[in-house]
């Protein structure tokens, strides 16, 4: 039987620090997760020059989290927030500047990316209603809208007012149905194009994880462009991701880009909290009978291959659709997909990743 997150606290809570209190008391915990046997846990040191003194406490985590009954493995990351980096120009879509260390905004436990191989498969609305659903039950949630090209979430939220910054260097993000927002679209209209090069739209996510006052976060939900790009890869490279969710549609057309995004996160060395089935069946309302329009099968054989839980099968609904376009996520109401999505965020807590 696998431990609980209140039993891996427990005994965390044994070890002291040298200048007083113990990593629970003293917050220091990041990212617990538990899966079957397997605990991973991150120790946030409180500078780069206290956590080079931790390493042997690092270790003492380990052992102790190894010793409870139902553990197979026990892995503690160490960490530090350095000083913060010099603000670079508020001018969106300028080219990056040198990032000093990770990429990791102050005061956010957790950064879950949300990807897919392709456009088209329902990623946006995935994030836009797991944001609400996880808001819905009490978590502290910011949503970063990184599709730069192609940006859904302002309208999804229904906001159309641009971001505040009251001293040219920081930006003050904005608020809807409990989720804290950012995306490009707040800067820019909506039927305007953003033509940019990679070194622009690096800029741009340096901008958005960096100077935006996130505040403090449960977790921080990544909305990543389709594909294997740019922004993909620097997000993997500079930030430490507590993991990233795969989401496609059944078909074979789909599965086949789907399997490049798992190749790309497994390349970057980020783990895949598992797979996301949209589109999965399509209910017909007056009848009930159930039709899988575009295949059946296909997420819960290539996650069965992999070792990844389908963490969800979700239908084609109109409501859905319907709450996307008028700036309503359907995870707000009390319905069938409402439901849906505050299971999947359920899950998320009870793994102690959010």
Not at 18 to 42: H, K, T
Not at 147 to 168: E, L, N, V, W, Y
Not at 216 to 238: A, C, R
Not at 297 to 313: D, H, S
Request: hydrophobic letters at 45%; charged letters at 20%; proline letters at 7%.
């Amino acid at each position: 039987m696998s431990p609980t997150q209140e039993a891996v606290k427990a005994e965390l809570a044994r070890l002291d620090l040298p200048d007083g209190g113990n990593l629970i008391s003293r917050d220091m915990i990041r990212a617990l997760s538990i899966e079957g046997g397997a605990v991973r846990f991150v120790i946030e040191a409180p500078s780069p020059e206290m956590a080079k003194h931790m390493e042997p406490l690092r270790a003492a985590a380990e052992r102790a989290v190894m010793a409870l009954e139902g553990v197979s493995s026990a892995s503690a990351a160490l960490t530090a927030h350095g000083p913060a980096a010099k603000a670079p120009s508020l001018k969106i879509g300028g080219h990056a500047k040198p990032q000093e260390g990770k990429m990791n905004p102050p005061g956010v436990k957790a950064v879950i990316a949300i990807g897919s191989g392709k456009g088209g498969v329902g990623k946006s609305t995935v994030s836009s209603n797991l944001a609400v659903a996880l808001a819905r039950a009490g978590k502290k949630v910011g949503l970063l809208d990184a599709d730069i090209h192609g940006p859904s979430q302002p309208r999804m939220f229904g906001i159309s007012k641009r971001p505040t910054s009251p001293d040219g260097k920081t930006i003050i993000p904005l608020q809807a149905h409990g989720v804290t927002l950012m995306s490009i679209g707040f800067m820019l209209p909506e039927d305007k194009a953003v033509v940019w090069r990679g070194p622009m739209l690096m800029g741009a996510l340096q901008q958005m994880m960096m100077q935006v006052e996130w505040g403090e976060l449960d977790v921080l939900l990544i909305d990543l462009p389709p594909g294997t790009g740019d922004v993909q890869l620097s997000l993997g490279q500079k930030s430490d991701l507590a993991g990233a969710i795969v989401v496609s549609t059944p078909q074979d057309v789909a599965m086949i880009d789907a399997r490049k995004a798992l190749d790309a996160f497994d390349t970057l060395k980020v783990p895949v909290l598992g797979l996301i089935e949209n589109m999965s069946m399509f209910i017909c309302p007056d009848c009930g009978f159930e039709a899988h329009l575009f295949g059946q099968g296909g997420v819960a054989a290539e996650a069965e291959k992999l070792g990844l839980p389908v963490l969800a099968q979700l239908p084609i609904d109109l409501d859905t659709r319907i709450g996307g376009d008028e700036g309503r996520p359907v995870a707000l109401g009390d319905g069938v997909m409402a439901q849906a999505y505050a299971t999947l965020a359920d899950r998320f807590i009870k793994g102690g990743i959010v």
